[in-house]
């Protein structure tokens, strides 16, 4: 079957994620600077996390420019993937209310690395799908970044206990890997 079915479905959740999470933000009751103070680690949360779902969109929608078929497997890979970044509006809300503590952080390492794991294995089974394509099997041969941001969650985790800003760190040098575009990917659209 077609893919575009598959890409009209994620767009529109994604889409909805986002609209969860800036729904969740409220202006404060006085009209002065200082009460912005209160809710910036809500805003700051609510940033990171909607750069997080700009660039899963942005390698969905390349994943998806070459792809030219999708079988049941694959299908079911973008349902998982989906349901873990559905996740990212609650954790986002978690961790703007409690200001950075252990376990939302944490939480959020585990969302943010389960949605990798998704991915990647989105990303296998199209490969699978599609071996005997040259030009997605050349545009998709290099997973070292996937393998690097899969570590780079686990070892955020682990620094969460010894403070959460270091995990969150983490999460942060992943999404800047992330922004920017791969090369050989947009090459091969192109």
């Known amino acids: 079957m077609k893919t575009n079915r598959l890409e009209a479905f994620s767009d529109g959740v994604l889409a909805i994620i986002i609209t969860i999470m800036v729904m969740q933000l409220r202006a404060p009751k006085e009209m002065t600077w200082e009460a912005l103070v209160p809710i910036l680690p809500v805003f700051v949360s609510y940033v990171l996390s909607f750069i997080y779902i700009g660039i899963y969109w942005n390698n969905h929608h390349h994943l998806f420019q070459i792809t030219k078929?999708?079988?049941g497997k694959i299908l079911w890979a973008n349902m998982h993937l989906l349901f873990w970044l559905s996740l990212i509006p609650f954790a986002t809300s978690w961790i703007g209310e409690?200001?950075?503590?252990?376990?939302?952080?944490?939480?959020?390492?585990i969302i943010l690395f389960?949605?990798?794991?998704?991915?990647?294995?989105?990303h296998r089974l199209i490969l699978k799908l599609h071996q005997d394509d040259e030009t997605i099997q050349k545009a998709y041969s290099n997973q070292n970044k996937?393998?690097?941001?899969?570590?780079?969650?686990?070892?955020?985790?682990?620094?969460?206990?010894?403070?959460p800003i270091l995990g969150a760190v983490c999460y942060l040098i992943v999404?800047?890997?992330?922004?920017?575009?791969?090369?050989?990917?947009e090459k091969y659209i192109e």
Do not use: R, T
């Open 69 to 71: 078929k999708v079988n």
């Open 175 to 185: 999404a800047i890997m992330w922004i920017i575009p791969n090369k050989q990917v």
């Open 146 to 163: 996937a393998y690097l941001s899969m570590a780079l969650y686990l070892i955020g985790i682990a620094l969460c206990f010894v403070h």
């Open 98 to 109: 409690d200001h950075l503590m252990v376990v939302p952080v944490v939480y959020y390492g």
């Open 114 to 122: 389960m949605s990798g794991v998704a991915y990647f294995i989105l």
